[in-house]
């Protein structure tokens, strides 16, 4: 069965950057659409960006677009997130997402 | 930007019927998804595809679809339903994908 483990998150300073990795674990392929979803301290889900099977789209939420990267490394099974210019609202659990696939997440903390 | 509108809360007693709404201009041309997320876990996918229920769902969660409105309906509602419920769907114009503002279903 498919597990998905994120890791990256951290401490920020506001303006600074970091890189969230998700790998797939109990799976032969991984030519699946994934997505990157966050959810602030009490707040519901946003999604953030997601990316096509073959790595060839992208798609941005308005809040993050030019300032985040999704990208992947099929055969790694890794999924990833570069995320620049870090904001105070950018604080949240990011969850990497497959659709009816989710990791536990992990915690970003823009800070100063 | 697009939005799907979402009720804050609903509340319902054990063994009652509870229907969470979900609107958005939309949802005639995209599908859409509802997820249950309890307190500090991570959400599980419940209904795809606005009716399709994954396996391993029980058979009291169940999804339905009429022109902007999507319904999530949780027949004989037990203890373990208190959570909140996110429906999901995509802009047709955009295609960038949207999730609502979450309903908590309350178990009185």
């Known amino acids: 069965e498919m597990q998905l483990v994120e890791s990256g998150g951290g401490f920020v300073q506001p303006g600074g950057s970091l890189r969230l990795s998700c790998e797939a674990s109990g799976v032969t392929f991984f030519n699946y659409w994934m997505s990157w979803v966050r959810q602030g301290p009490g707040k519901g889900l946003e999604w953030v960006a997601n990316i096509n099977e073959d790595g060839s789209e992208m798609f941005y939420a308005d809040s993050v677009k030019g300032r985040f990267t999704i990208s992947r490394d099929s055969a790694k099974k890794s999924i990833y997130l570069e995320m620049d210019s870090l904001r105070v609202e950018d604080t949240a659990v990011y969850y990497c997402s497959k659709g009816d696939k989710w990791g536990q997440g992990t915690l970003v903390a823009v800070s100063s | 930007s697009y939005e799907l509108t979402q009720p804050d809360s609903v509340s319902v007693s054990p063994g009652e019927t509870a229907r969470i709404t979900c609107s958005g201009d939309?949802?005639?041309?995209?599908?859409a998804y509802w997820f249950q997320q309890k307190a500090g876990q991570a959400p599980i996918l419940i209904i795809y595809k606005d009716t399709e229920r994954p396996s391993g769902i029980p058979e009291r969660f169940s999804g339905s679809s009429s022109g902007t409105t999507v319904t999530l309906t949780i027949s004989g509602v037990q203890a373990e339903d208190e959570a909140d419920y996110y429906c999901q769907s995509a802009d047709s114009n955009s295609s960038l994908e949207v999730f609502g503002g979450g309903t908590h279903l309350t178990v009185l």
């Open positions: 939309s949802l005639p041309k995209q599908y």
